[in-house]
T-cell receptor
């Protein structure tokens, strides 16, 4: 069975600084999707970034980028130039190519200090 | 685009009441919808996968007679919590997608409180 692990329950970053959130996963599949979702206090789930496992290039989306290490089954999220609005719970998630059930990690609560 | 509307956003009701939550895809046809449950400070737990026109597939440990799911059209799925009790109080979120290689789009969630 696939599993997703986020080992950092809480993280803190100074405004304008950079922070990296960790995520590891386990799967026997060779092709799959990985995601980072943001859940602010409003509890809306917002897709931050998506990575396709067969693509070696790391996905980026403005200030958000990932470090995808397929052999190590690691998928970390880097947030550059952190802003107060980045404060939220961040979930790493996995899904198979077909079927597509999302399997979420435990989440990392990010706080941004002004 | 890809807007999912979930209604109601908040429900407070007495124990024993049945509660229906609606999940609608507003600008796309969703072949598959998902229902999640989230406790405070915890992750999302998938309850069931709903495909239009067929019976929902429930995750292990989820009572299908307790949580009735209907996906009658390509734009609407409903979750009915039957004879709700305080332990059913939680945050319920739906998501929808067009096809399996497309991302899921989430509704804003429903906070259910059973007194």
């Amino acid at each position: 069975a696939q599993t997703v692990t986020q080992s950092q329950p809480e993280m803190s970053v100074q405004e304008a600084e950079t922070v990296t959130l960790s995520c590891t996963y386990d799967t026997s599949e060779s092709d799959y999707y990985l995601f980072w979702y943001k859940q602010p206090p409003s509890r809306q789930m917002i897709l931050v970034i998506r990575q396709e496992a067969y693509k070696q290039q790391n996905a980026t989306e403005n200030r958000f980028s990932v470090n995808f290490q397929k052999a190590a089954k690691s998928f970390s999220l880097k947030i550059s130039d952190s802003q107060l609005g980045d404060a939220a719970m961040y979930f790493c998630a996995y899904s198979r190519i077909q079927g597509g059930k999302l399997i979420f990690g435990q989440g990392t609560e990010l706080s941004v200090k002004p | 685009g890809a807007v999912v509307s979930q209604h109601p956003s908040r429900v407070i009701c007495k124990s024993g009441t049945s509660v229906k939550i609606e999940c609608r895809s507003l600008d796309f046809q969703a072949t598959t919808m998902f229902w999640y449950r989230q406790f405070p400070k915890q992750s999302l737990m998938l309850m069931a996968t709903s495909n239009e026109g067929s019976k929902a597939t429930y995750e292990q440990g989820v009572e299908k007679d307790k949580f009735l799911i209907n996906h009658a059209s390509l734009t609407l799925s409903t979750l009915t919590v039957t004879s709700a009790h305080p332990e059913d109080s939680s945050f319920y979120i739906c998501s929808a997608r067009v096809q399996s290689n497309q991302p899921q789009h989430f509704g804003d969630g429903t906070r259910l409180s059973i007194l």
